[in-house]
């Protein structure tokens, strides 16, 4: 049987243990945190959509979907505010008879007239006044619609498909005991806890809708089903979504009178009553999204895919347990993947994976955490310009090293086994200086920074 091994961390979002790799697959600092300082604020997408009104994004092992997330979070709080919705912008919502109303009616005082109509909203975006004469040309004012494409891979069906469910933002979070062994999380989590970061309920609505537009069988899984409906993991998920989860499932139900009553209370509430819903659908009816979750290994679903990434999200598990995803034949994969001014990012400082980037035909750059003060990941790219922070003379030294060995992978369908027995023989031969060495060397002539 399917186990999760969750845990809040600091910032009261959730993490996850692997007992198989026993490691984790988030920080215990803040599982969002992370997905915010690692792969979004370093992608500068500010910048990104102040010249470009088209992105799209390859997220390579989506896991419980805190890169996506975060990304949407991002563009829906910040970007999507400030440039799609300017100060001086109203928006009308037309229903499909063609009567206008106002989202900040009081949902007391909806009548039974109103009931029957099924509100599947529209929304327009104009830059003119409310004062201004009806006979205006609306069509010189309207803002284009973003086009957002994601495209989301994991072998794991499950973790994706709990994604929309999982607790973020958790408040008062009071010291639980972890009911597996990891002295790495109890450590972390004796430490102050951060800024909690939470996840619109939009997005996770969006998101949802998303996935049972391309895999309905989520609605019919009993697995996923068994997870928000058990006791012991109630607390990881969202009750909001786990309610509107509910009810999506109960449309295709068969109906008793009784489920054609909640089934009807359901649809008031829903429509009538929840904002969040309406906020949700109206955003997405605004965005032109869509988002492609493929269930299967990165490497097979790349081979067939014939897309151009803006930016890719390198989130794999740590190379030293699942190397196929960071070997140098990968990379090259990506090479072709990649626009000319996009940018690979990831959380791996190793000098293997650095060295695999420029074997591989990228530039290669550090990402620096502001908070943190100290570099936390790497990027590559194939326009130089965009890299901020260089490697150092001490990095690309460290590069030459055993330590910078990296994986191979030749024909793309290695088991992990394999390729690190392989790897292992290439460092066991090399005729390299070790890292060990190398760094003691520089100690003695220059500070590594």
Not at 69 to 98: G, V
Not at 249 to 260: A, E, V
Request: proline share 3%.
């Amino acid at each position: 049987m399917y186990e999760l091994y969750p845990y809040f961390t600091n910032d009261g979002s959730v993490g996850l243990f692997s007992p198989e790799a026993d490691d984790i697959y988030h920080s215990t600092y803040g599982a969002l945190t992370e997905a915010y300082e690692k792969f979004i604020l370093p992608a500068d997408f500010d910048k990104y959509f102040s010249n470009h009104n088209k992105i799209k994004i390859l997220d390579i092992c989506f896991g419980i979907g805190y890169n996506t997330k975060s990304f949407l979070n991002y563009f829906y709080e910040k970007i999507f505010h400030e440039k799609y919705i300017p100060q001086n912008c109203y928006i009308e919502k037309i229903d499909t008879d063609n009567n206008t109303y106002n989202d900040t009616r009081d949902t007391n005082n909806i009548n039974s007239e109103n009931l029957h109509h099924e509100h599947h909203n529209t929304k327009k975006l104009s830059t003119k006044n409310e004062n201004d004469n009806d006979n205006d040309n609306d069509n010189d004012n309207l803002i284009s619609k973003p086009e957002i494409y994601i495209k989301a891979i994991d072998t794991d069906k499950t973790l994706a498909f709990l994604s929309p469910f999982i607790m973020t933002g958790k408040r008062f979070l009071r010291k639980e005991k972890i009911k597996f062994h990891q002295e790495k999380i109890e450590k972390m989590l004796k430490k102050i806890s951060g800024p909690k970061i939470k996840i619109k309920d939009e997005i996770n609505i969006i998101l949802l809708l998303k996935i049972i537009e391309k895999h309905p069988e989520i609605l019919e899984d009993a697995e996923i089903t068994s997870f928000l409906t058990s006791s012991k993991y109630r607390r990881y998920f969202s009750g909001y979504m786990r309610r509107f989860f509910a009810f999506k499932k109960s449309k295709i139900c068969k109906y008793t009178p009784l489920r054609q009553l909640s089934a009807y209370l359901h649809n008031i509430y829903y429509r009538y009553i929840s904002k969040r819903q309406k906020r949700a659908l109206n955003t997405l009816k605004m965005l032109d999204f869509n988002f492609e979750l493929k269930i299967d290994d990165a490497r097979k679903v790349l081979l067939t895919d014939n897309d151009i990434y803006n930016f890719v999200f390198l989130d794999a598990f740590t190379p030293a347990k699942c190397p196929c995803l960071w070997t140098v034949d990968f990379f090259r994969l990506l090479y072709s993947h990649l626009d000319n001014d996009g940018m690979i990012l990831t959380y791996s400082n190793a000098a293997n994976i650095r060295s695999a980037f420029l074997e591989a035909g990228f530039y290669v750059g550090k990402i620096y955490n502001e908070h943190a003060g100290k570099f936390t990941g790497t990027i590559a790219v194939k326009n130089k310009s965009l890299i901020k922070n260089e490697l150092s003379e001490y990095d690309l030294g460290l590069l030459k090293t055993k330590a910078g060995i990296f994986y191979r992978d030749e024909n793309l369908t290695g088991q992990n086994e394999a390729i690190i027995a392989a790897h292992e023989t290439d460092v066991e031969t090399s005729t390299r200086i070790s890292s060990s060495k190398f760094i003691k060397q520089w100690k003695k002539i220059k500070k590594p920074d």
